[in-house]
């Protein structure tokens, strides 16, 4: 009765959620059927997805609405991340926002440009006067679109508390999503975690193979011993979407009792990293597989988890059965359960080196040969080996190869990565660089501190340092020199760097600041000509400077015609 109760509660997210925040007050911000190709705390690179992202048709440009009355609080415009965003605060205590926008309503778009005209900057975050600009239920706000982050054309939206800036499961608000389909169960592993563990007679992962039920069920039964942890590869579909979206909660019961239960109900953005710590790394890593650790690493501090017994661990005992429930649920109240049978063997504990781990809990200097890394404390997520080992310099290398850790170990802070100027022959325009054996990946921001030249890197993996002499790359589109233009043309530019990357542009026509709007996911500039241009001959300069200050100018004459 117990085991039932606690599966309806957890279960059946929907209904538990929909009492606690409004319904019906917040309409749909888009007039077309919701499909979803990504959904609320799903697996991504670095982070939980802090909303939802609702396709439109494979288009840009459809009519974006408010949903509830309300005014702008926010408006960000950047050639990363959410792209053109704009925030709206409700009086019912909540802020929608909208992302990846293609353009928004006339009177904010002439604000936002004399914004960025006077802070000569394309890229601008802007906080309106209270009640500047505000809207009314049903009105239109923007259009979509694909600037930013974005992987395609599609509105990324979220609901979040004004207050906490909390970001929540925009399902629990009753939009209209239509979602009848099960969670999907991929694949499902079991980790040793303690010395000596074993899985199917084996010290290593091994995957569980299940039998498909049918309707949502699912059995397997392995044999083990020590201490071992079960990671869970799946994902959700809606009715009107096949994408691999996330699920919502996952409980682990052992012998009916809860022994963990992760909810991505709403989150805090400074905990989004922790990611990196639930889920399995070094699947993520290898090929990109999007799998949930059932278990809690002691440097987690991920606020959802609950009913956590030794965080989320099993262990297996010798001549013992176990019988292991997992419940996955969706945002809709969908489930899938799989029934497992864990018998428990002989164990033969094998001690493992532990001598050259680090604390995660501490901070740790490492150094060798002129060079030093420093981490700082609770950066891990467990006790790792870290250490720096050495390769032959590539051809291009100021320096020998230093491979720092492995790429596998996740770190959740940014890290020091020094190398004395004793150990270089020379100390202009170097940069640290991601290395792939002997190939030179992107650089990394690059600064002296002292006598070390430094950077900051957020993960492990290989590391050189070169020498950046080459200047941006720039390819003019549809403009020469001589050219006639009128309101409404543009200049393209595709501007591209090898390696420390582009950190500086600009445009001017006649010597006065001109707006360059900036695509970086297709390294695509470009400026609008118009009418407030004089009729006649003018000059256009574009000036593009990377990382170490090496620098392309474009400069071309053409004339205005109104």
Not at 18 to 25: I, M, R, S
Not at 433 to 458: C, F, H, I, K, Q
Not at 509 to 536: C, M, P, S, V
């Amino acid at each position: 009765m117990i085991l039932k109760a606690l599966c309806f509660l957890l279960c059946v997210p929907f209904v538990v959620f929909a009492q606690e925040y409004p319904q019906n007050y917040f309409d749909s911000p888009l007039k077309i059927p919701l499909a979803l190709s990504g959904t609320f705390g799903e697996l991504r690179g670095n982070h939980f997805h802090a909303g939802i992202d609702i396709k439109t048709q494979g288009r840009e440009g459809l009519p974006i609405y408010a949903p509830a009355d309300g005014q702008v609080v926010r408006i960000k415009v950047s050639a990363y991340g959410y792209g053109n965003a704009l925030y709206i605060a409700h009086p019912n205590g909540y802020t929608t926002v909208y992302g990846h926008l293609q353009s928004f309503s006339p009177s904010v778009a002439e604000w936002i440009k004399n914004q960025q005209y006077a802070k000569k900057s394309f890229e601008v975050n802007l906080f309106p006067p209270a009640g500047k600009f505000t809207f009314k239920k049903g009105e239109q706000i923007a259009l979509s679109g694909n600037t930013g982050g974005s992987g395609g054309p599609h509105l990324h939206f979220e609901i979040r508390d004004s207050k906490t800036e909390e970001t929540i499961n925009p399902a629990f608000f009753g939009l209209p999503i239509s979602d009848k389909r099960k969670p999907i169960i991929a694949h499902l592993y079991a980790k040793p975690i303690s010395d000596g563990a074993t899985i199917n007679k084996y010290t290593g992962e091994r995957e569980i193979a299940l039998t498909n039920l049918g309707h949502g069920q699912f059995k397997g039964s392995f044999s083990g011993s020590g201490v071992i942890g079960l990671v869970l590869h799946t994902f959700d579909q809606q009715d009107l979407s096949n994408n691999h979206n996330g699920v919502f909660t996952i409980e682990q019961f052992v012998n009916d009792t809860v022994t963990y239960a992760f909810k991505i109900d709403k989150f805090t953005f400074d905990k989004t990293r922790y990611i990196n710590a639930h889920m399995d790394f070094e699947k993520y890593k290898a090929k990109r597989q999007l799998a949930h650790n059932c278990f809690v690493w002691p440097g987690n501090f991920l606020t959802n988890y609950s009913h956590l017994v030794n965080s989320g661990f099993i262990t297996l005992d010798a001549n013992s059965q176990k019988q292991i429930k997992l419940i996955v649920s969706d945002s809709w109240g969908n489930k899938s359960t799989i029934q497992l049978t864990a018998t428990g063997t002989d164990n033969t504990v094998i001690s493992s080196d532990k001598a050259n781990q680090i604390s995660w809990k501490e901070a740790h200097t490492i150094k060798i040969d002129g060079v030093k890394i420093y981490i700082p404390a609770k950066s891990l997520y467990k006790n790792e080996e870290i250490k720096i080992q050495k390769s032959p310099a590539c051809s291009t290398c100021e320096t020998e190869i230093y491979q720092i850790g492995e790429s596998t170990i996740p770190s959740h802070k940014r890290y020091s990565l020094g190398i004395h100027k004793s150990q270089l022959t020379k100390t202009e325009k170097l940069v640290w660089a991601n290395m792939s054996g002997n190939n030179v990946g992107s650089g990394l921001t690059t600064n002296w501190e002292g006598d070390y030249l430094t950077a900051n890197p957020r993960e492990f993996g290989e590391f050189a340092v070169v020498q950046d002499l080459a200047e941006p790359n720039l390819e003019v589109k549809n403009f020469s020199n001589g050219k006639i233009v009128t309101a409404g043309d543009k200049i393209s530019i595709y501007a591209t760097d090898k390696l420390s990357g582009i950190t500086q542009y600009e445009c001017s026509i006649d010597g006065q600041w001109a707006l360059l709007q900036h695509d970086a996911k297709r390294n695509y500039f470009w400026h609008d000509f118009e009418d407030n241009l004089t009729a006649g001959s003018h000059i256009i300069t574009l000036t593009f400077t990377d990382e170490v200050g090496n620098t392309t100018t474009y400069q071309a004459v053409f004339t205005y015609q109104p």
